[in-house]
């Protein structure tokens, strides 16, 4: 049984910074591509980042692009979505997901992925 638990959501400022933690249990984590994405209120999820198995190719959506960085640690079976220079635009419930692989693929699409955490909230405001 795959698990993700993510943290690290709360009230911000605009410009503020949050970290969110992805925790996985039930495989060895370096078998998971990991992906974040996000849901506001009255609007589809979208992909935000993802990063391969083993950590060395990350992709982000243009709008975090250079303010996000998405990383792993393999042998702490967590991954991380660093979030900077935060925005309004950027509330939204925040969900990691992860899939299992053999191959370094970059997932970008929900439909790629098997397993969801519960998601985070993360509020800006203004």
């Known amino acids: 049984q795959v698990q993700l638990v993510e943290s690290g959501g709360g009230l911000v400022q605009a410009g503020d910074s949050l970290r969110l933690s992805c925790i996985a249990s039930g495989r060895p984590f370096s078998d998971y591509a990991m992906g974040w994405f996000r849901q506001a209120p009255g609007k589809e999820r979208e992909f935000v980042a993802a990063?391969?198995?083993?950590?060395?190719?990350?992709e982000y959506a243009t709008s975090v692009r250079r303010r996000f960085a998405v990383s792993r640690d393999n042998a702490k079976n967590t991954a991380w979505l660093q979030m900077n220079v935060l925005t309004p635009e950027d509330t939204a419930t925040y969900f990691c997901?992860?899939?299992?692989?053999?191959?370094?693929?970059?997932?970008?699409?929900?439909?790629?992925?098997?397993?969801w955490g519960q998601g985070t909230q993360v509020t800006v405001s203004s």
């Open positions: 997901a992860a899939h299992v692989t053999v191959t370094g693929a970059l997932l970008l699409s929900e439909k790629d992925y098997n397993y």
């Open positions: 990063i391969t198995r083993a950590g060395t190719r990350t």
